[in-house]
């Protein structure tokens, strides 16, 4: 995501010139935007059929998924009453582990009073 951005110059102010280039927009509105997603981000369910690989149909490398079918899988919402998530939603499959406390089952040591 680039923003064009331009000057006019020339010869005794005379704006003939128009100079123009690309920039990358400032961090503050990439990381507001991103924060945006993660904080709207949305628990899904796959079906367990999405999870197979789909059928070769190169015999040349049997191996290999054709990428048109490489992520075709629908994920559905955890709560029915939701709506589908689009296409540059984020979704997670299963809730992070609370960090903060201590997991020794995942060998989270915590951050309590360190």
Excluded at 2 to 20: A, D, L, Q, V
Excluded at 35 to 59: C, F, I, W, Y
């Amino acid at each position: 995501l680039t923003i064009g951005e331009g000057k006019c110059h020339g010869m005794s102010g005379s704006r003939t010139i128009k100079t123009c280039w690309m920039r990358l927009p400032s961090f503050r509105s990439t990381d507001d935007g991103l924060k945006g997603r993660v904080d709207g981000a949305a628990l899904v369910m796959m079906k367990s059929t999405d999870l197979e690989l789909p059928a070769h149909r190169n015999d040349v490398a049997p191996h290999r998924v054709p990428r048109r079918d490489r992520y075709r899988f629908q994920v559905r919402p955890h709560n029915p009453d939701h709506k589908s998530p689009g296409i540059k939603d984020l979704v997670y499959l299963e809730p992070s582990p609370g960090f903060c406390e201590k997991n020794p089952r995942l060998g989270l040591p915590g951050t309590h009073r360190r």
